[in-house]
């Protein structure tokens, strides 16, 4: 049954005005991420987010509160991105070091495709691993999960007989960190290192750390990272 033209309008109306506004919405976030990983939460205007997004602060108010608001907003979508990858890794049926190679080697690549994000995260003069001194509850919340699924994985690899018996929880706050050293390293050298590359080398060092050394040269080569040499 076709519906009167005055109750389509209505509807029409708001349908395009929700769609306004999700792009409004967009285009702030990816003006504030790149103003947050250039000058930091504390330095960041709201007027240059508003000019750099194309919007005026009239637009930009309307859609967020407050700067608090707007970097909430932009960690909480970039860190659900994540947490949505990672939790696929996990509904996947694979042995447990391939999970743990393969959520490592996601987890870099996705913080070197969104660039803007990484330096934002990395203004924050926090060690990843320490959740209690991160700024907004979207990185507590997203940290405290990924440490823990990280734990559990590596607590299934060391069950399984791949890593070395330690503390599993430990061994994910160390690799945190030392992501986090690599990431910042790779940012400050100007970008130039293969992505690819630098990923590999992650994964090798953990590697490394934590196999079992009977089990090393298997699982290097299996994960197409060469011989333990």
């Known amino acids: 049954m076709l519906m009167p ?19 409004y919405r967009e285009a702030i976030l990816d003006s504030a991420e790149r103003v947050f990983g250039e000058v930091g939460y504390e330095a960041t205007k709201v007027q240059r987010v508003a000019a750099e997004a194309g919007v005026s602060l009239t637009t930009l108010y309307s859609v967020f509160e407050s700067k608090w608001e707007i970097y909430r907003a932009v960690n909480r979508r970039r860190l659900s ?10 509904q996947e049926d694979a042995p447990s070091i391939e999970m743990l190679i393969a959520g490592t080697r996601m987890q870099l690549a996705f913080f070197m495709k969104r660039r803007d994000f990484l330096r934002m995260q990395l203004k924050e003069v926090t060690a ?10 979207e990185q507590v919340e997203a940290l405290g999960a990924g440490l823990q699924l990280f734990a559990d994985i590596l607590r299934r690899c060391i069950e399984d007989g791949y890593l070395i018996d330690d503390d599993p929880e430990l061994m994910a706050r160390i690799v945190i960190v030392s992501q986090q050293v690599r990431l ?3 940012m ?16 090798r060092h953990m590697l490394r750390s934590y196999c079992r050394p009977e089990r090393l040269a298997s699982v290097l080569e299996s994960a197409g990272l060469g011989d333990a040499s």
């Open 5 to 23: 033209t005055a109750e389509i309008a209505p509807k029409a109306r708001k349908s395009l005005k929700d769609k306004k506004r999700d792009l």
């Open 81 to 90: 991105e994540v947490m949505v990858l990672a939790q696929g890794i996990l």
């Open 128 to 137: 990843w691993s320490t959740i209690e001194l991160l700024r907004s509850p």
């Open 184 to 186: 910042a390293m790779w």
């Open 188 to 203: 400050d050298r100007g970008c130039k290192q293969d992505a690819k590359h630098v990923t590999d080398q992650a994964i």
